[in-house]
């Protein structure tokens, strides 16, 4: 069956530690996988793309991996702040690029202490 | 620059009664748009979703229905909500790129 599965539901981390979040699939062939960071009581927010043709992709503290052999992506966040505590889910378009049919993995819970 | 908003934020309505959550879109033409479901320690589930006036798709079968009237507009109804109905409600723009943005969700509780 199809799963998109974000092993961890919660992670707690010191402020300034690198935090790595995990995204796995299984039966899909995604053109393009994404991030998104949602707070509590908001919709979620687009963080990054990253297409099947791209290793590696950084926005500011923000590193995004993508393996399609291991069909797995990680969304590293360097020097982590207590700003940075959200939950983050990561997506991928099921159908391959086509009509953005998005689906999202439960989310990870990112709590950074001070 | 594109917006999407959303309303009511907070709702609270009794079992058996109807629903009609709006949701627009403005700074694009013929967007695709989405409504998900987000229930309390689950994913976001993908329930409806539109690529143009009056079209619709159903991803699953529930208590639910939506409806585009017009290009810009997306409305999720109910005509008698259970209490299974209860959940945050994200209307959801997806561009060509595949980027996502959310309105900001409907907290619906069926009591």
């Known amino acids: 069956s199809q799963k998109i599965e974000q092993n961890s539901e919660a992670l707690n981390i010191q402020e300034g530690k690198t935090a790595t979040l995990t995204c796995n699939y299984t039966?899909?062939?995604?053109?393009?996988l994404q991030w998104y960071r949602q707070d509590p009581g908001r919709g979620p927010v687009f963080l990054l793309l990253?297409?099947?043709?791209?290793k590696e992709k950084r926005k500011e503290r923000l590193k995004v991996t993508f393996d399609t052999t291991l069909k797995q992506s990680l969304f590293h966040i360097t020097a982590s702040q207590p700003a940075d505590s959200a939950t983050y889910l990561c997506?991928?378009?099921?159908?391959?690029?086509?009509?953005?049919?998005?689906?999202f993995g439960k989310g990870t819970k990112l709590s950074v202490k001070p | 620059s594109q917006t999407i908003h959303q309303w009511p934020a907070t709702l609270v309505q009794p079992v058996g009664s109807p629903l009609s959550l709006e949701c627009t879109v403005e700074?694009?033409?013929?967007?695709?748009l989405y409504w998900y479901r987000q229930a309390a320690g689950r994913g976001l589930q993908l329930l409806f979703y539109?690529?143009?006036?009056?079209?619709i798709s159903s991803e699953v079968p529930q208590n639910l229905s939506a409806s585009r009237p017009q290009d810009r507009q997306f409305i999720l109804s109910s005509k008698k909500l259970l209490l299974s109905d209860s959940g945050f409600y994200l209307c959801?723009?997806?561009?060509?790129?595949?980027?996502?943005?959310f309105g900001q969700g409907t907290r619906l509780t069926v009591v």
């Open positions: 700074g694009t033409s013929n967007p695709n």
């Open positions: 997506a991928l378009d099921r159908n391959g690029g086509s009509q953005g049919n998005l689906i």
């Open positions: 539109s690529v143009g006036i009056g079209q």
């Open positions: 039966n899909y062939s995604p053109a393009y």
């Open positions: 959801a723009w997806i561009t060509r790129k595949g980027e996502a943005f």
């Open positions: 990253i297409r099947e043709n791209e």
